[in-house]
């Protein structure tokens, strides 16, 4: 009785390649767990290259593990040419996919550590690194993709070429967030506010506490998280205060108009006095500004030599402090919104004859 075969070769071969593909897999299988034990684990790192060994054992995955076992039966047993050919595409495909994986978590690896040595020194370096990681990942597989589907017999040229019609109409509906994305690496190339200045948007201010990808996080003064994304950012008018060395302050006066010239001559040599007995503040001017509506305006501007805050309204505080004494001690009064309203007795019409 003539046995059974399949493509020319006997049934019992089959069995027999199918049994050793399992066996080999097992095999591969439980070396890779005991090689990932503890004991081994902490011999490996006392050797020079045990960290490296470590890393490739750890993340070895089940599906390289059974593409080379099936390499294996495919060179001990007679397959036939197609099949062969197939066994072959596969375990390359698989050999590469684990290779653009480690080379995938070796990025990561490396740029997290990278990123902790530059926390400190430069704080945009975090998103930088960030963006960077994503790039090359992205660039990483796809080129590991387009190998593979190479190897299997697909046309990657006629690939790419549809693609990037699909391209076109992705890109368009994720145009915002491929804005945001384009606009972090803007704002990490170009540095307009890193992690931790106090920067001002529209009405808004805080503190920057994150850069990402697509928004940026800043903690407001009264406590809440402001999120902005970044092409809002970029088109915003943003003032950073982080290079502040000093503040200005225009301080406006109003006086009664019934003040005699004297005393009103006398007003910007007081409010100079005033401004420059005030410790950290430097005087640029005071001048009789304008003629307002019920008042009689003066301006003075100086500078606060500190970028704190709380110092500069300390500053105010005190010029103004200084100011209402000196007024009261001169018999200056200040101005109030005040109208004055004027009546006339109206005339009755004389009668004509």
Same mark, same amino acid.
């Given at each position: 009785?003539? /046995?059974? !075969?399949?493509?020319?070769?006997?049934? +019992?071969?089959?069995?027999?390649? =199918?049994?050793?593909?399992?066996?080999?897999?097992? =095999?591969? +299988?439980?070396?890779?767990?005991?090689?990932?034990? *503890?004991?081994?684990?902490?011999?490996?790192? /006392?050797?020079?290259?045990?960290?490296?060994?470590?890393?490739?054992?750890?993340?070895?995955?089940?599906?390289?593990?059974?593409?080379?076992?099936?390499?294996?039966?495919?060179? +001990?047993?007679?397959?036939?040419?197609?099949?062969?050919?197939?066994?072959?595409?596969? +375990?390359?495909?698989?050999?590469?996919?684990?290779?653009?994986?480690? @080379?995938?978590?070796?990025?990561?690896?490396?740029?997290?550590?990278?990123?902790?040595?530059?926390?400190?020194? !430069?704080?945009?370096?975090?998103?930088?690194?960030?963006?960077?990681?994503?790039?090359?990942?992205?660039? =990483?597989?796809?080129? /590991?993709?387009?190998?593979?589907?190479?190897?299997?017999?697909?046309?990657?040229?006629?690939?790419?070429?549809?693609?990037?019609?699909?391209?076109?109409?992705?890109?368009?509906?994720? *145009?915002?967030?491929?804005?945001?994305?384009?606009?972090?690496?803007?704002?990490?190339?170009?540095?307009?506010?890193?992690?931790?200045?106090?920067?001002?948007?529209?009405?808004?201010?805080? %503190?920057?506490?994150?850069?990402?990808?697509?928004?940026?996080?800043?903690?407001? =003064?009264?406590?809440?998280?402001?999120?902005?994304?970044?092409?809002?950012?970029?088109?915003?008018?943003?003032?950073?205060?982080?290079?502040? *060395?000093?503040?200005?302050?225009?301080?406006?006066?109003?006086?009664?108009?019934?003040?005699?010239?004297?005393?009103?001559?006398?007003?910007?040599?007081?409010?100079?006095?005033?401004?420059?007995? %005030?410790?950290?503040?430097?005087?640029?001017?005071?001048?009789?500004?304008?003629?307002?509506?019920?008042?009689?305006?003066?301006?003075?501007?100086?500078?606060?030599?500190?970028?704190?805050?709380?110092?500069?309204?300390?500053?105010?505080? @005190?010029?103004?402090?200084?100011?209402?004494?000196?007024?009261?001690?001169?018999?200056?009064?200040? @101005?109030?919104?005040? *109208?004055?309203?004027?009546?006339?007795?109206? %005339?009755?019409?004389?009668?004509?004859?």
């Amino acid at each position: 009785m003539r /046995a059974l !075969d399949i493509a020319g070769i006997p049934l +019992v071969e089959w069995l027999l390649a =199918l049994a050793l593909w399992a066996g080999l897999t097992v =095999l591969l +299988v439980t070396l890779r767990r005991a090689l990932t034990s *503890q004991s081994i684990t902490t011999l490996l790192e /006392a050797s020079r290259f045990g960290a490296g060994v470590r890393f490739v054992v750890q993340r070895l995955r089940f599906y390289t593990l059974v593409a080379l076992a099936l390499y294996f039966v495919a060179q +001990v047993f007679a397959l036939p040419a197609n099949v062969r050919l197939w066994v072959e595409r596969l +375990v390359f495909v698989a050999v590469l996919l684990q290779a653009a994986e480690w @080379a995938s978590v070796g990025v990561g690896i490396y740029l997290e550590r990278y990123r902790r040595q530059r926390l400190s020194e !430069d704080a945009s370096a975090v998103t930088a690194i960030q963006a960077l990681g994503l790039l090359v990942r992205a660039a =990483l597989w796809t080129l /590991a993709l387009l190998v593979a589907l190479e190897n299997l017999g697909v046309n990657v040229s006629a690939l790419i070429a549809s693609v990037g019609l699909a391209s076109i109409a992705i890109g368009l509906a994720v *145009q915002n967030i491929l804005g945001d994305l384009f606009a972090a690496l803007s704002i990490v190339v170009d540095k307009p506010f890193v992690v931790g200045d106090f920067i001002m948007v529209d009405n808004f201010m805080g %503190t920057v506490e994150r850069i990402g990808l697509k928004s940026t996080r800043v903690r407001s =003064l009264t406590g809440e998280q402001l999120v902005f994304s970044n092409s809002d950012l970029l088109r915003s008018r943003l003032r950073n205060f982080k290079d502040l *060395q000093e503040r200005r302050a225009v301080l406006n006066v109003g006086v009664v108009y019934q003040t005699p010239l004297e005393r009103l001559q006398r007003i910007p040599l007081i409010l100079r006095e005033v401004i420059e007995r %005030t410790p950290g503040v430097r005087f640029e001017r005071a001048h009789f500004k304008e003629f307002g509506p019920s008042a009689l305006i003066f301006e003075a501007v100086y500078w606060v030599q500190t970028p704190d805050f709380v110092a500069y309204m300390d500053a105010q505080q @005190a010029v103004n402090l200084a100011l209402l004494e000196r007024f009261n001690a001169e018999g200056i009064a200040f @101005a109030y919104p005040t *109208q004055t309203l004027f009546v006339y007795e109206a %005339t009755a019409p004389r009668s004509v004859k």
